[in-house]
């Protein structure tokens, strides 16, 4: 399976974005991490099948996970953005095959919060 991230960029504290995530193929669970500079990578949010969505601690309801099975895609809505959300955020999906659990990763889009 492989992943584009897109929609990140530089947006003011208080603002918003929208990243998209699309995949080549159709997955269990689908979702994002992000890292920071000079920090490990952190969970962000994720959403089954089924839709069950969970999310980081740290999101505290800014963030939206959705995703569109018809075009395998999964969006982040990001609202109320903070200079800490400043990261590199990367799609990744839990993919079933031959019944073991596989994760794949895109590439990472930037998003910088600041004024």
């Known amino acids: 399976v492989q992943l584009q991230a897109s929609g990140g960029g530089v947006v003011q504290p208080g603002g918003s974005l929208r990243l998209s995530c699309v995949a080549s193929?159709?997955?269990?669970?689908i979702g994002w991490y992000r890292q920071a500079p000079g920090k490990q990578r952190e969970f962000v949010a994720s959403?089954?099948?089924?839709?069950?969505?969970n999310y980081g601690d740290f999101v505290k309801d800014r963030f939206t996970i959705s995703r569109d099975d018809a075009r395998n895609m999964v969006y982040l809505q990001m609202d109320s953005l903070e200079p800490e959300d400043t990261a590199v955020y990367y799609c990744?999906?839990?993919?079933?095959?031959?019944?073991?659990?596989?994760?794949?990763w895109g590439q990472g889009t930037q998003v910088t919060v600041s004024s």
């Open positions: 990744y999906a839990l993919v079933y095959i031959d019944s073991a659990l596989n994760d794949y």
């Open positions: 193929g159709s997955s269990a669970a």
């Open positions: 959403i089954t099948t089924a839709h069950r969505r």
